[in-house]
């Protein structure tokens, strides 16, 4: 069982990274650890390790962007999971290695590691599929252009929608990813 303390750790770091480079939102991560629970307990996952998953997927995002690697943020992601998982103490081998591939395979793939995996990116999903998630995210991208944020959009809703993997979540956001698309396409 990974402790509450080592949870607390490992969001500690999440959050300072959002504060320095606000990236992800903060809505966003909350949304998606929200969701990621909600899942884990629908689909009988395990939710210390989706909670671990959802937290570090993005844990980079801010330094990729930064660095105009915005394309290698899943790599960065990994690789400092890693490096903070190591330091923890009581975590197994296949604790570690699960929340790696929670984030590793975040953006989707055919053949996810775990059901922990599954639910991580179907859970990221729901920040660019759902009507929640869409507004969320545009109230908290104000600082770009609206041409920008619509192609942001327009090219992360189909991403996230060809993503999802669970057949809840395909129903769940049917309606959501139409009126998304129907809006964007005003534009």
Not at 45 to 59: K, P, Y
Not at 160 to 170: E, M, N, P, R
Request: charged residues 20%; aromatic residues 10%.
């Amino acid at each position: 069982m990974i402790s509450t303390a080592n949870i607390a750790k490992i969001k500690d770091f999440a959050l300072e990274q959002i504060e320095l480079y606000q990236l992800p939102s903060r809505f966003h991560f909350n949304y998606a650890n929200d969701i990621g629970q909600f899942l884990a307990k629908k689909y009988k996952a395990n939710q210390q390790i989706v909670l671990l998953g959802t937290i570090l997927m993005d844990c980079m995002l801010g330094v990729a962007f930064e660095d105009n690697k915005i394309n290698e943020h899943i790599a960065l992601s990994a690789k400092k999971t890693k490096t903070l998982l190591t330091n923890l103490q009581g975590l197994s081998s296949k604790e570690r290695e699960n929340i790696h591939y929670c984030v590793l395979q975040h953006h989707g793939v055919k053949e996810f590691y775990s059901l922990e995996a599954e639910v991580c990116c179907n859970a990221d999903c729901y920040r660019f599929v759902s009507i929640k998630g869409f507004i969320g995210g545009i109230r908290f991208t104000s600082n770009m252009k609206l041409k920008a944020i619509v192609e942001l959009y327009q090219q992360k809703v189909e991403e996230k929608w060809q993503a999802i993997s669970l057949s809840y979540v395909k129903q769940d956001l049917k309606a959501d990813y139409q009126a998304i698309q129907n809006l964007l396409k005003l534009f």
